[in-house]
């Protein structure tokens, strides 16, 4: 089956999610707003809504230079996503904990858990 690019950059993206929650790191995002409008953020995740396909986060907006607390990042308005390496945020160890316990309820985002 071949994929779409979009199909590409969800799975990558996933991929970055993954990464970021487990080894705390911020999470840099171009993302596409309700004004359609192309804002990018570092994130750091606090949560995840799967049924709503959306992240509870912490973001840092790198323009305005802003933080807040966001209940609701669309994981379809996210348009690329690079794990920032060199950073560091708190571990939602309560999440890691419900990821590694319950992967059937995270497959619809991240798959199979042995494919990342």
Known sequence: MKLHRGQTD????????????????????EY???KDEIT??????????????????????????????YDCIYLDSILSSSVV????????QKLVEDIERNPE??????GQAVNL
Do not use: P
């Open 32 to 34: 596409k707003n309700k």
């Open 10 to 29: 969800m799975n990558k993206t996933a991929q970055n999610i993954f990464k970021a929650v487990h080894e705390g790191k911020w999470l840099s995002i």
């Open 105 to 110: 309820k995270y497959e619809l985002l991240f």
């Open 85 to 92: 390496e060199a950073s560091t945020c708190k571990i939602e």
């Open 40 to 69: 990018n953020y570092w994130i750091a995740i606090h949560g995840i809504d799967v049924k709503r396909k959306a992240l509870r986060v912490e973001g840092f907006h790198l323009t305005m230079h802003t933080i807040r607390e």
